[in-house]
């Protein structure tokens, strides 16, 4: 089934279509509409970018049956699984996961991940995602702005790019935020800050994992000795894995400090908790000699000492004041040493 033929079985000129670009031989990109994609590929005059939206399930028809890339590069794009990854074929296609800062309807990034899937040929790449996210988006706007991009790897590359100012933008975020927990467990706030900390340490991970990840996949990519990669692709790739390790370590620096705040914050709250606990031991020793005592002279029996005397009330409590002080002298001693 090509092209037309799917356009005319989905009611639509191309199933999840979000947008697509034609790059001539100098970088300079114009937009294509859905019905010109397939003419303006078969020419072969520049290369093609086209975006798709995996959320619409006449999107996987098309790449399953028309789409001209690999069928690893298909399967890769069909499948649930969403772990990172980037391979290229003997013929030197390119294709594989990466993960990307979710963008909301408002055009605010937020912390939350998602996956961008991609294919590249020589003349054509295929990107899709399920959720919207925010460095294709800004790469689409860099494209609208005259940005040139003289080949597909140069606007992977920008991508990758634009994803690693998001996350620095988080990271600079995370990291405002923790001076001012600091801050706040220095001058011994009596706010609970496990309420902030603990969000602020997963955030912190859950990046940390991504970028690892995504470091190491392009440090062997750019080692790649069993495939003729261009040099130039070699080299993007080079500087892509050191943007992403210096990040990585931000972030992992971030993570870092976020757990030694947190142990000094459960270090304090134990210190609060002792000293309370103390101080309930302290009262509760301190009302056991009165306790017992009036308990002794409230049972009904005879040969009660102070009975029947005219001040035996008074005697009973100054037994019980006495009782006091001394259990309260002999916890002083014993906490001095």
């Known amino acids: 089934m090509n092209w037309k033929q799917i356009a005319a079985a989905t009611g639509e000129p191309f199933p999840g279509f979000i947008w697509a670009y034609r790059f001539r031989g100098d970088g300079i990109a114009e937009r294509l509409n859905p019905e010109a994609i397939e003419s303006v590929l078969q020419a072969g005059d520049g290369w ?5 939206n995996l959320a619409n399930v006449r999107a996987l028809d098309w790449l399953q049956s028309a789409a001209p890339i690999p069928d690893e590069a298909r399967t890769l794009f069909l499948q649930v699984d969403e772990h990172q990854t980037l391979q290229v074929t003997d013929d030197g296609v390119i294709f594989g996961i990466f993960s990307d800062l979710k963008q909301e309807f408002n055009e605010k990034s937020t ?6 899937r991609f294919c590249v040929t020589e003349n054509f790449m295929v990107s899709a995602r399920r959720a919207p996210l925010k460095a294709v988006e800004e790469t689409r706007r860099l494209i609208e702005d005259g940005r040139r991009f003289p080949s597909a790897v140069t606007l992977l590359e920008a ?28 001058l011994a706030d009596e706010g ?3 309420v902030a900390i603990g969000p602020l340490r997963r955030t912190a991970l859950r990046i940390h994992r991504q970028l690892q990840h995504l470091a190491i996949l392009f440090h062997d990519f750019a080692e790649e000795n069993d495939t003729a990669l261009p040099e130039d692709t070699r080299l993007a790739a080079a500087r892509i894995e050191r943007r992403l390790s210096a990040l990585d370590n931000d972030m992992r620096d971030i993570h870092e400090r976020a757990r030694v705040v947190s142990d000094e914050v459960a270090s304090k709250l134990a210190q609060q908790a002792n000293r309370n606990l103390s101080v309930l031991s302290l009262l509760t020793a301190l009302f056991v000699p009165p306790t017992l005592m009036t308990g ?38 014993l906490t001095r040493r």
Do not use: Q, Y
């Open 192 to 194: 609970d800050e496990r």
């Open 296 to 333: 002794v002279w409230g049972m009904n029996i005879t040969n009660l000492p102070f009975k029947d005397a005219d001040n035996g009330l008074w005697a009973v409590l100054g037994i019980c004041l006495t009782s006091t002080v001394l259990v309260f002298a002999v916890w002083k001693f």
């Open 159 to 186: 991508i990758v790019l634009r994803f690693c100012d998001g996350v620095a933008k988080v990271a600079r975020g995370l990291s405002t935020s923790l001076d001012r927990i600091e801050d706040r467990v220095v």
């Open 111 to 116: 912390e939350d991940i998602a996956k961008l």
């Open 48 to 52: 093609v970018w086209l975006h798709l």
